[in-house]
């Protein structure tokens, strides 16, 4: 696709200006646009544009269509999908129905390289970063084929978002365009394992997103044992840009727990944990989000037994640390958190 645009990661203006340049009215781009937000796998499928102008946009442009190669539906009316990307690489996209509305979990990039410990998307590495196209595309795709709206996304797929931080952003700025899928903001939510210098970079887009930190450990031995990136930037690094992100844009941030058993989970942990959000986050209103562990059968970590998560939740709340232990939600499918990785699942 070398020296070819890519017109699914163009916003509305921008197409206008590249169809303007092909010498083509520009009303022919609010007709291409309308067609690419549904899910449109090629020009041909644009049946009112002229045959000429298809031939300039397969000679000057290509379409990111994520292709769906795999659909699993979990008992609780999760659906997973594996996507094949347009160079062959595959994510995973997940659609979680609530009585609210229907949200998915997208992927940002092909591959993690993160490292975490407890995560099976990181497992192979990374293999690409995605572009805002491939992002937008898995939305697209999956609402296409549910027939449904999607009215919220959840950054927290395969990849590391602030790790592809300028194709993300321009995710979010396409995501949100009115004229586009018009998904505000406010329902969308990114999950980062802590790359501190981009979240100082977010603060400054002026965006209305939830940020969601995913902490995982209440001290640098354990966080570095389970997430490398705390060796680079460590709790304290963490911590101070939260309350910094806090104090600039007034937006609350969600702190994800994954109870490990054996390993961060007991009441001492939790005395540690909300000790060290006091310190550093006592500005700001504090949201605990507890997730047990998922299975990865490579990792072999178990989730903290139903007492022990009690406990640890009490232990919280005695210190005005609010927590909510979050729902398995497709977890027969191996679409729950930690569970995402690009291959087809086998029978």
């Not at 993160?114 to 595309?137: D, V």
């Not at 395969?158 to 995501?175: A, Q």
């Not at 562990?293 to 005695?318: C, H, W, Y």
Request: glycine share 6%; hydrophobic share 40%; net charge neutral.
């Amino acid at each position: 696709m070398e020296n070819k645009i890519d017109i699914l990661s163009l916003s509305h203006a921008e197409l206008r200006e590249f169809i303007a340049e092909l010498g083509e009215p520009k009303y022919r781009a609010d007709q291409i646009y309308t067609f690419l937000m549904r899910g449109a796998s090629s020009f041909e499928e644009m049946n009112n544009i002229p045959k000429k102008l298809i031939e300039k946009l397969n000679e000057k442009a290509f379409l990111a269509t994520a292709k769906q190669v795999q659909k699993l539906t979990s008992a609780d009316g999760t659906a997973k999908y594996l996507y094949e990307m347009y160079d062959g690489e595959k994510i995973e996209s997940v659609i979680m129905r609530y009585h609210y509305g229907n949200t998915i979990c997208i992927s940002s990039e092909a591959g993690c390289p993160m490292g975490c410990a407890f995560c099976a998307s990181t497992l192979s590495g990374i293999s690409r970063k995605l572009l805002p196209s491939e992002m937008l595309s898995q939305v697209i795709q999956t609402q296409k084929d549910i027939g449904e709206r999607i009215d919220g996304i959840v950054l927290m797929g395969i990849g590391e978002p602030l790790d592809n931080y300028e194709n993300v952003i321009k995710f979010l700025r396409l995501v949100n365009d009115e004229k586009g899928l018009n998904i505000g903001l406010r329902h969308i939510s990114l999950s980062t394992c802590g790359i501190v210098p981009r979240i100082y970079d977010l603060a400054k887009e002026e965006m209305a997103i939830t940020l969601s930190i995913s902490l995982h450990a209440a001290n640098d031995e354990t966080r570095s044992a389970l997430m490398p990136v705390n060796k680079k930037w460590n709790i304290e690094a963490l911590l101070t840009a939260c309350a910094d992100y806090f104090a600039a844009t007034g937006r609350r941030i969600s702190f994800e727990y994954t109870l490990i058993n054996g390993k961060n989970d007991n009441e001492e942990a939790a005395r540690e944990l909300a000790a060290v959000l006091r310190k550093y986050c006592k500005n700001m209103p504090i949201h605990v989000n507890l997730i047990p562990v998922n299975a990865v059968k490579e990792r072999g970590f178990t989730p903290s037994s139903k007492d022990g998560i009690k406990k640890f939740v009490s232990v919280l709340e005695k210190n005005h640390i609010v927590a909510t232990v979050r729902r398995h939600l497709g977890s027969d499918i191996n679409a729950s958190c930690g569970q995402l990785r690009a291959k087809k699942a086998e029978n």
